[in-house]
């Protein structure tokens, strides 16, 4: 069983900067990317930004130029660095995991972006 360990979401003020992580632990075999994920109050989740263990990114274009995503495929651990956040940049975000075998999510972390 997999599991997914996120941190690093909080309240920050519009401009400012977080960095997510989340782990994967367990029995994990043949990644295929890495990714976060975001939801909105009353709004469907949506990709924000996924990374392969060779380092091919994709990132939605509401944040490309503002946040990157890297990958430690040592650790099987995600990071994504967010800067000039704005307000609708406020969401859960969620972690996936995606194998050969199946796709796994974290527990989300919310990220509020508020003066």
């Known amino acids: 069983q997999v599991q997914l360990v996120e941190s690093g979401g909080g309240l920050v003020q519009p401009g400012g900067s977080l960095r997510l992580s989340c782990a994967a632990s367990g029995r994990i075999l043949r990644v295929n990317f890495m990714g976060w994920y975001r939801q909105a109050p009353g709004k469907q989740r949506e990709l924000v930004a996924t990374?392969?263990?060779?380092?091919?990114?994709n990132y939605a274009n509401s944040v490309k130029g503002r946040f990157t995503i890297s990958m430690d495929n040592a650790k099987n651990t995600v990071y994504l660095q967010m800067n000039s956040l704005k307000p609708e940049d406020t969401a859960v975000y969620y972690c996936k995991l995606q194998t050969w075998a199946a796709d796994d999510w974290g527990q989300g972390t919310q990220v509020t972006v508020s003066s």
């Open positions: 990374i392969t263990p060779g380092g091919s990114t």
